[in-house]
């Protein structure tokens, strides 16, 4: 049975130091901004600004800046404006790494189903060798099968062949 492999890699550990350093770089580049921790009650109660609705707050401040006349006077849009270019740059530093962020979690899914895939079919031989009383193979069968305790007779998993 041939096994389809779809990521065959690996990272030094120079590499991986490399790229955590990237990331940690970045978050303190960051520092001055990323000081705030959101509870899900704020995240929920919070008004939002998506995509649609930058365009109402740039065109509320250009009103605002070229008729001072109907601003309230503890209005800062000064300070607004840097709010909405923080927003925008945070924005595209976002984007970023939430695409950097999706394609290490596929990787991750495919590198670690191709591994488990593969020890689910050594434990399916292992089985098959310890019911052929094969020399030692008990002993590893018990200690593998700690990882599927018995659950009204349940057995592990088949290897998913499309996962493969």
């Not at 995240?43 to 740039?58: E, H, L």
């Not at 923080?86 to 962020?101: E, P, R, V």
Request: with cysteine; aromatic share 4%.
């Amino acid at each position: 049975m041939s096994q389809q492999n779809r990521i065959s890699a690996s990272l030094t550990q120079q590499e991986k130091d490399l790229a955590i350093a990237a990331f940690e770089n970045a978050k303190s580049q960051l520092a001055a901004i990323l000081v705030h921790s959101l509870t899900p009650a704020e995240r929920k109660t919070m008004i939002k600004m998506g995509d649609k609705t930058v365009a109402f707050v740039q065109k509320a401040l250009d009103y605002a800046k070229s008729n001072p006349e109907v601003v309230p006077a503890y209005l800062d849009i000064a300070e607004a404006e840097r709010d909405l270019k923080l927003a925008k740059d945070l924005k595209t530093i976002h984007n970023i790494s939430k695409k950097i962020g999706v394609s290490i979690e596929d990787a991750m899914m495919i590198c670690g189903s191709e591994a488990y895939n593969v020890a689910l079919l050594v434990y399916k031989g292992v089985q098959g060798a310890a019911r052929g009383n094969v020399p030692g193979s008990q002993a590893i069968l018990n200690d593998l099968k700690t990882r599927f305790p018995q659950r009204g007779g349940r057995k592990p998993p088949p290897p998913d062949k499309s996962e493969g």
